[in-house]
């Protein structure tokens, strides 16, 4: 006795269907990981510039609209 065509075919829809949603979520992990690898990336670089910053300009606020640079207020320094 065997399952009929129609039935056999919705069978092998559901799995393909599966297959293909299993293959997709693992496409979208390794996007994922390149992502914040890529992240991790712009960081190092982000942080590593705002030492240089830092090292040229000393302890300021940087309008990052306008590129104005103001001393920082003592307030915001912490406290010992």
Do not use: C, W, Y
């Not at 009929?4 to 994922?32: C, D, H, P, V």
Request: hydrophobic share 35%.
């Amino acid at each position: 006795m065997n399952i009929s065509e129609e039935q056999l075919q919705k069978l092998n829809e559901f799995i393909s269907s599966k297959e293909k949603t299993i293959l997709r979520i693992g496409e979208l992990e390794a996007l994922k990981h390149s992502t914040l690898h890529h992240l991790t990336e712009v960081d190092a670089l982000f942080n590593e510039f705002t030492k240089e910053l830092s090292d040229e300009f000393g302890d300021v606020d940087i309008d990052i609209k306008t590129g104005l640079i103001t001393p920082r207020d003592d307030k915001d320094k912490a406290v010992s």
